[in-house]
């Protein structure tokens, strides 16, 4: 008996401790989310430029820092990186310096946003206050931004997942967009295993990019993240497909279906769990054709750091999704 309740005792300790480090780190993370909120809202009333398009800006330097090697990690509360020649002056031989009258003085643009008298590149006051005055600073509607945006980026890709992000922020007036939902309905006949990566014959020699999910016809198909869809139509391999891109930066993408939902659009704001189309068999030959295989769908992840985009294998994602639904 006594070694029963011991056992008992063991069990509820790890259980306890196992939900107070979640519930600590959703407080850290809510935290995190409250002190950047902040400051987007505190550089809008100073700058006039509405907040997310500073938290867009943000979040998208924040996912590209996390997935390159050539600059540093993002350790503050704001992912925005400036170079250290850009911040301090290509000349200035103290590339930490935060002076702001030698980094004038060499031609730097690092200033001061928190009105400490330094100009200190690991601020992130300092830093949004320096990104909204030298790279934001030419209007606050919508089109003088996207061209500011480009200026500073030169890159369509970027300005349209910034603008992007925007959007999600704008919509739903929170930071916190990071929920994910399973593409079909758990309590539907579905089927998957992991397939990213191997040998393809169907429309030419290639890989696998993606995870496919075989269900029955017209079986609904739903956004897996918050995001913007950014293409919808006809591929010739992938048939009537869509392609939505979340808060990370992340593009998914949904292939093979039979048909979309009412009203689904390029540029509609979607959520987790709502239905954008049904599982079909199309692809592989002109508009229209379908029945080549059976119906299923075809999902994809892809990342973009700024330079190019890649696939990765969504199959770890689809089981902790999947199982974080079933546990709800």
């Known amino acids: 008996m006594q070694r029963i309740y011991m056992v008992l005792l063991i069990i509820f300790a790890i259980l306890f401790t196992e939900t107070y480090v979640v519930h600590a780190e959703e407080k850290n993370v809510q935290q995190t989310y409250s002190e950047r909120m902040g400051l987007y809202k505190k ?13 867009a800006v943000d979040q998208y ?10 600059i540093p990690d993002d350790e503050g509360i704001i992912g925005i990186y400036i170079n250290s020649d850009m911040w301090a002056g290509p000349l200035n031989p103290n590339k930490t310096d935060q ?16 009105g400490d008298g330094l100009a200190d590149q690991q601020n992130g006051e300092d830093v949004l206050y320096t990104f909204t005055q030298h790279f934001l600073a030419s209007g606050t509607d919508h089109e003088s931004i996207k061209i500011a945006l480009w200026d500073y980026y030169k890159r369509d890709i970027s300005v349209d997942v910034i603008l992007s992000h925007a959007k999600l922020y704008q919509t739903y007036g929170k930071l ?11 309590n539907s006949n579905y089927s998957y295993r992991s397939t990213w990566g191997y040998a393809r014959s169907w429309g030419g020699r290639r890989s696998h990019e993606g995870t496919d999910i075989f269900a029955n016809y017209g079986t609904p198909v739903r956004s897996t993240c918050y995001g913007v869809v950014e293409i919808k139509g006809w591929n010739r391999l992938g048939g009537w497909r869509i392609g939505i891109r979340d808060i990370s930066n992340t593009y998914h993408y949904y292939a093979h279906l039979n048909g979309f939902a009412d009203n689904i659009k390029v540029g509609q704001v979607v959520e987790p769990g709502q239905v954008i189309g049904s ?5 592989y ?33 689809l089981k902790a999704w999947e199982r974080q639904e079933r546990n709800k």
């Open 43 to 55: 550089f809008q009333a100073v700058t006039q430029i509405p907040w997310y398009y500073l938290a």
């Open 61 to 70: 330097e924040r996912n590209v820092r996390r997935i390159r090697r050539d």
């Open 99 to 114: 002076d702001i009258y030698s980094i004038q003085l060499f031609g730097g643009i690092g200033m001061d946003g928190d």
């Open 176 to 186: 916190d967009l990071t929920q994910h939902a399973f593409p079909v309905s758990l």
């Open 279 to 283: 599982v079909g068999s199309t692809g």
């Open 285 to 317: 030959g002109p508009p229209g054709t379908a029945g080549k295989f059976p119906p299923h769908l075809h999902y994809g992840m892809y990342k973009d750091n700024g330079n190019i985009e890649w696939s990765f294998d969504p199959y770890p994602h």
